[in-house]
């Protein structure tokens, strides 16, 4: 059984550009999640997706940020237009439902 | 979900038990009690949950008071590897609940040699 998977593991950009992420979630899992992370402080919620439906959107998530999981397998997150405070860990998780979530490892993100 | 409280950071002598406590006073009768840690540049790894009852795996024992406003992570021999910093959330199990965890700051945990 692998766990959660991300991709790329960190990426560096320039103000201004797109950038996507994405994520493999454990193979049986329903639900998969996305939350933000900044220095010294714990993840913060984003969104989540129960198969291919987002069933909700943290405030966090401005219109410059949009995710997908076409399949209801893997997800991906880009943002455009992006800003230097957008530079942050970005973590996702799966679950069986409502069960424990399991996290990848994130992708790093630095805006110059 | 309820809130919790931790301490900012505890520091364990290696091969000690390393206990770490987290308030939950307002928690509600179908909260869990869930356990993370997060070492540096990683993503969150679960530990451990329960509902009332202590529990133990091969990580880690949690044990919940019996009011249930507050419990103790027990990592029986800590190791260097085990610094991090431990996340206690609370929260709803179960398929009618969908959403994310609420992680506070956390205790940064630093096992010493």
């Known amino acids: 059984d692998t766990g959660v998977s991300q991709d790329p593991r960190h990426k560096i950009t320039k103000r201004g550009q797109n950038v996507t992420f994405r994520c493999d979630p454990i193979?049986?899992?329903?639900?998969l999640y996305w939350y933000r992370q900044t220095l010294g402080q714990g993840p913060e919620f984003l969104t989540y997706?129960?198969?291919?439906?987002?069933?909700?959107k943290s405030r966090l998530l401005s219109d410059r940020f949009s995710a997908e999981r076409p399949k209801g397998s893997f997800s991906t997150l880009e943002i455009q237009r992006t800003e230097q405070g957008d530079s942050a860990m970005y973590l996702c998780?799966?679950?069986?439902?409502?069960?424990?979530?399991?996290f990848g490892p994130g992708t790093r993100l630095l805006v110059l | 979900d309820a809130k919790t409280t931790q301490p900012t950071s505890m520091d364990c002598a290696e091969g000690r038990a390393a206990n770490l406590p987290c308030n939950h006073s307002?928690?509600?009768?179908?909260?869990?009690v869930y356990w993370y840690r997060q070492i540096h540049s990683q993503g969150p790894q679960y530990i451990i949950h329960g509902l009332k009852n202590n529990e133990t795996n091969e990580m880690a024992s949690l044990i919940i008071t019996e009011d249930r406003k507050s419990s103790t992570l027990i990592l029986p021999h800590a190791t260097l590897r085990d610094t991090a910093v431990y996340y206690c959330i609370v929260r709803v199990w179960g398929d009618n609940y969908g959403q994310n965890f609420v992680f506070g700051p956390g205790t940064r945990l630093s096992v010493l040699p």
């Open positions: 193979s049986e899992h329903n639900r």
């Open positions: 997706f129960q198969n291919e439906a987002q069933l909700e």
């Open positions: 998780a799966s679950s069986f439902s409502g069960e424990t979530q399991y």
């Open positions: 307002t928690i509600s009768g179908n909260e869990y």
